[in-house]
């Protein structure tokens, strides 16, 4: 039977005390010069040590920095602050990834050897911080006694306890630094937020007093054309008449020009609550508003109920379904359709009208393009812009398919759901 003496009872007590010092402190201090201190201290505490230091590793430079340093009350330690890696005994414990250890210290092993006699150092132990094959640092211990191999034993546990509490302090200071830049981050967008929403509120402001500033000459231009032929009647010819007529025409484009360029700007950007929209009965709406007189528009059934803000998709259907009666001539028809895909709705509008050349396809989207003269058919070229920009801020994608003569199919995605 094995009888357990007083003396290694106390060892035992010694080494579990450490093993609980040092799990403390990697578990309860929030840095890592922390954590490495209290580490040193139990060493020293514990094992009776004169002294326990901890250099981590500077792997730029290849320097072996102090981090923590604990011994016994007089002990003047040297001045081994930083290291180079192979340098000494501590550098070449860094360069090989092993361990050494001297229990009768001789050649100044771990040290200088005139500071260890006079400080009356007999053993020393030294071990790498290894986590898996990198080394992060070197704790060494240098005492005043012969290091048992229980004491040995506890070390290396230190050892990988503290290499590990490295890893834990790098992670978490990696995650305060991921914190800190998220939080950096948001709080510039929180600003470039601010100063858009303030230059939006410029704008519009700006839109709508220089809307109004432009109307009130036009409309003073247009009245005094009426005034004039009204006034001159019997005196003017046709030619003058037909002259009045045009510029009353390019007043009236002119304002409309104005309420189009309005419409753009606030596109995307004004939002209302999304509701349950009738995509047949909207096209229904449109066409009574615009009245078509020779044109024929078909809602298909297959158009969904889908719940979407309604101004931004009637905005889209009235320009597309308008565009298609202004250029598809008289006796066009025009129809509006859906079909399913995946999370959006893909509608189409189609017109058995001229149709578009194909080198004037990718150019309709501009703004201000128009494919006949504004004299001939009036129009701003803002329409097809508009619905492009009202679609593309809705996630959605904007096409056109057209061959001369065999009409033009516009064709928007929209999600089913936003």
Request: hydrophobic share 45%; proline share 4%.
């Amino acid at each position: 039977m094995h009888v357990v003496d007083q003396r290694e009872l106390e060892t035992r007590s010694r080494l579990a005390s450490l093993s609980a010092d040092v799990g403390v402190a990697l578990t309860q201090t929030d840095n890592l010069d922390g954590i490495l201190q209290r580490c040193a201290e139990a060493v020293v505490h514990r094992l009776d040590a004169a002294l326990a230091r901890i250099w981590t590793l500077n792997d730029a430079a290849q320097m072996l920095e102090v981090r923590a340093s604990a011994e016994m009350p007089g002990l003047r330690h040297g001045s081994q602050d930083r290291v180079p890696v192979g340098a000494s005994s501590i550098g070449q414990i860094a360069q090989e990834r092993r361990p050494r250890v001297s229990r009768q210290l001789a050649g100044g092993l771990g040290g200088d050897g005139e500071w260890a006699h006079r400080e009356g150092i007999v053993s020393f132990a030294g071990y790498p911080l290894l986590l898996g094959n990198e080394l992060v640092g070197v704790l060494a211990v240098f005492a005043r006694h012969p290091l048992e191999d229980d004491d040995l034993d506890a070390l290396a546990s230190v050892a990988h306890g503290v290499a590990l509490g490295i890893a834990r302090q790098r992670d978490i200071d990696r995650l305060r630094e991921s914190e800190a830049r998220a939080v950096e981050r948001a709080n510039a967008l929180a600003r470039i937020t601010a100063e858009l929403q303030r230059r939006n509120t410029e704008l519009d402001a700006f839109a709508y007093a220089a809307s109004h500033d432009l109307r009130a000459p036009l409309r003073g231009i247009a009245n005094l054309a009426q005034w004039i032929e009204e006034d001159l009647q019997q005196s003017i010819g046709d030619d003058t008449r037909e002259m009045l007529a045009l510029m009353r025409s390019r007043m009236h484009r002119m304002e409309a020009l104005i309420d189009g360029i309005l419409q753009y700007s606030r596109a995307g950007r004004v939002h209302e609550p999304p509701e349950d929209v009738n995509a047949i009965a909207l096209v229904h709406e449109i066409v009574d508003l615009l009245s078509p007189e020779t044109a024929t528009v078909i809602a298909d059934a297959s158009l969904p109920v889908l719940l979407t803000e309604r101004l931004p998709l009637r905005q889209v259907l009235q320009n597309l379904i308008g565009n298609a009666i202004k250029h598809g001539g008289p006796g066009v028809s025009i129809t509006v359709s859906a079909e399913d895909a995946g999370p959006m709705w893909r509608f189409q509008v189609k017109d058995d009208g001229p149709g578009i050349p194909e080198e004037l396809q990718g150019k309709i989207w501009g703004m201000f393009q128009t494919l006949e003269a504004r004299d001939k058919i009036e129009g701003t070229g803002i329409g097809l812009s508009l619905v492009k920009k009202l679609v593309e801020g809705q996630g959605g994608a904007v096409a056109v398919h057209s061959r001369p003569d065999e009409g033009a199919a516009f064709t928007f995605t929209w999600w089913k759901n936003s």
